[in-house]
């Protein structure tokens, strides 16, 4: 057997041993648990067409409700027992973002509601809020020019 | 060279330091592991009546502190100093659970290889006349570790399969001079060890070349050979991290396959508890210490046991940084009779 020297060598060798995530079962369930989110989505989508109201109303309200169920369900303890199980199947939709801003505003409740909660809310959303803006302020100006 | 020291790394103590005492307290999904009826203790709730995990972390150290000096039959007036150390910043959950113990206090870091650091800190203290009593404890738990390393709780991500639970607990043992109880017999004091890896999802293999590294060191030290120990057991590799240190102690002509263990891999029934690669953290090594081996030496099914705590030196800010992890591992003998 030959002794391992170099860093090299180590970080080939542990890629080998070490297990790897079971990308298929892993894509199954996301596949299946962010589907169904999103079906949850659009029957309520559908359901506020049906009772008559106007497009632009619809897609306003729809996400309100989700990112409502969202943080309710992070709030019950469930959303990261269901992102255990779905990975990016729960995270991806907007309930996901919902947890992502709910979950560190429970977490730092005990440094208090100012430096804890207020501060440290979007520690995980943030850089989609930073990078989610600055692309759409850029996209804007890009079609802005061409239109 | 000074007389206690052999080789290049090892310290031979020369007076009798015996374990008096220990005691470990553990959270609610440790009890439900594989040892959870030789913890002294397993809250029920991981806050424990307690309004922050800090908090119950602290307290975890002082219940378990108090019980270790309580079993001595000891009064904290008997106790010369207190070694201890955690995970979160500054220490805090040792600082502040010991805060009332009224005894002299050394708080010191070593990650999670804190719990043989402090027992090879306090018996050569106790071997040196320098102390009667020395109590060393560590504690971690999974929330305040979860917040601080990596995600709020309530976030809803994935771990890899390589990731490790760190262990709710803490553990810790009484070194005198006097009373009976195991010994500790030599003390090799790991080096830093950094084998490039970045991962903080896979600890194990960064701690595994460092754990080895102490091991070798100390059979090529001491003269040992691994069959000198019933038992070697590594703080908490994990399965991942223990199999590459039982490969890399075989590639350097050692064979300690048969006779060895890992307390992340002991303390989880991993399939049935999501542990994934096992438990981690300073309470892990010094839970699986306090409860399952002191009990288990004290009885008498085990006599000579090799007990190397590994840490991972990194911290949140050095992770982001992308840098690699540096890792280092301590050992020592517990013997059940001196020499």
């Not at chain 1, 596949?31 to 989508?45: A, E, K, L, P």
């Not at chain 1, 600055?134 to 802005?144: K, P, R």
């Not at chain 2, 999974?142 to 709710?168: D, H, I, M, N, Y």
């Not at chain 2, 293999?205 to 754990?211: D, L, R, S």
Request: charged share 15%.
């Amino acid at each position: 057997m030959q002794n391992i020297l170099t860093k090299d060598e180590y970080r080939k060798y542990v890629e080998k041993v070490s297990p790897k995530s079971k990308l298929l079962r892993n894509t199954i369930r996301a596949f299946v648990v962010g589907g169904f989110i999103c079906i949850i989505g659009q029957m309520f989508n559908n359901l506020l067409k049906a009772r008559g109201y106007g497009p632009d109303i619809v897609s306003t309200i729809t996400p309100i409700i989700m990112v409502f169920l969202g943080a309710f369900f992070t709030g019950l303890n469930i959303y990261d027992e269901l992102g255990r199980f779905a990975g990016a199947g729960s995270i991806v939709p907007i309930t996901g973002f919902a947890n992502s801003i709910v979950s560190p505003a429970m977490e730092y409740k005990s440094e208090g509601y100012v430096l804890g909660v207020g501060a440290k809310m979007f520690v995980i959303a943030g850089p989609v809020l930073v990078y989610g803006i600055s692309v759409s302020v850029l996209a804007g100006i890009i079609y802005y020019i061409i239109k | 060279m000074a007389g206690r020291r052999i080789g290049k790394q090892t310290v031979k103590l020369q007076n009798p330091v015996n374990a008096v005492s220990a005691a470990a307290i553990v959270g609610p999904k440790e009890g439900k592991g594989p040892l959870g009826r030789y913890f002294d203790m397993i809250i029920d709730d991981e806050l424990w009546g307690e309004t922050s995990w800090e908090k119950a972390e602290s307290k975890l150290t002082k219940e378990t502190f108090s019980k270790i000096v309580t079993k001595a039959r000891k009064s904290n007036n008997e106790i010369n100093c207190i070694i201890a150390g955690d995970l979160l910043n500054q220490c805090i959950a040792s600082s502040f659970g010991l805060r009332e113990a009224g005894v002299s206090f050394l708080g010191i870091y070593g990650a999670c290889s804190t719990m043989a650091q402090s027992i090879g800190i306090g018996a050569m203290m106790v071997d040196g006349g320098f102390a009667d009593n020395v109590v060393c404890i560590t504690s971690s738990h999974f929330c305040s570790a979860e917040k601080q390393f990596r995600f709020p709780l309530e976030l809803g991500s994935q771990r890899p399969p390589t990731a490790q639970w760190t262990v709710t607990g803490a553990g810790g043992v009484l070194l005198s001079n006097q009373g009976t109880g195991p010994c500790i017999t030599y003390v090799t004091t790991g080096k830093i060890v950094d084998m490039g890896i970045k991962d903080a999802n896979n600890m194990g293999a960064a701690m595994a070349p460092a754990a080895a590294d102490t091991i070798i060191t100390h059979f090529r030290d001491t003269g040992l050979a691994p069959e000198s120990y019933d038992l070697i057991v590594t703080g908490d590799l994990g399965i991942v991290g223990k199999s590459i240190c039982d490969d890399l102690i075989k590639r350097q002509g050692y064979y300690i396959s048969d006779r060895y263990n890992d307390c992340g891999v002991m303390i989880y029934d991993r399939e049935r508890q999501d542990a994934h690669a096992g438990g981690s953290g300073c309470g892990c090594s010094a839970s699986v210490l306090g409860g399952f081996l002191y009990g288990e030496m004290t009885k008498g099914s085990l006599n000579n046991i090799l007990f190397v705590a590994t840490g991972a030196l990194l911290s949140p800010t050095s992770t982001q940084q992308g840098e690699s992890i540096p890792c280092i591992a301590h050992a020592v003998s517990i013997g059940k009779t001196f020499g």
